[in-house]
């Protein structure tokens, strides 16, 4: 679901994304369980497409197991021939997502 120009995954409600840049950016949060900052590095897509509009969009995860399921992707920007459908399944430190790629024709 959108929010201005940022998209955020609802639990159990599937984004189909199209991507056409990526950056690391290293971002300061506050850690839930210490509330102390803490230094993360973020995935940052641009989402030219969601769901199949048109949109000038971000989608940006912290979370290693989603990171993984994307890198394969980012070098040499793969994703540029794919679409991706994310979905967050669960909530907090429980929070899985599955990632169906599909090509684009």
Same mark, same amino acid.
């Given at each position: 679901m959108p929010l201005g120009? =940022?998209?955020i995954l609802q639990t159990g409600q599937p984004e189909r994304m199209h991507f056409s840049d990526?950056? =690391?950016?290293?971002?300061?949060?506050?850690? #839930?369980?210490?509330?102390?900052p803490q230094v993360r590095n973020t995935?940052?897509?641009e989402v030219v497409i969601?769901? !199949?509009?048109?949109?000038?969009?971000?989608?940006s995860t912290m979370a290693e197991g989603l990171y993984s399921k994307?890198? #394969?992707?980012?070098? !040499?920007?793969?994703?540029?021939d794919y679409d991706f459908t994310i979905?967050?399944?669960?909530?907090?430190?429980?929070?899985?997502?599955?990632?169906?790629?599909t090509p684009v024709t």
């Open positions: 120009n =940022i998209v990526h950056t =690391i950016e290293t971002r300061t949060i506050t850690d #839930p369980a210490s509330a102390r995935l940052v897509m969601l769901n !199949g509009a048109r949109v000038n969009a971000r989608f994307l890198e #394969p992707y980012l070098a !040499g920007r793969k994703y540029l979905t967050a399944v669960g909530e907090g430190f429980q929070r899985k997502y599955t990632v169906l790629v």
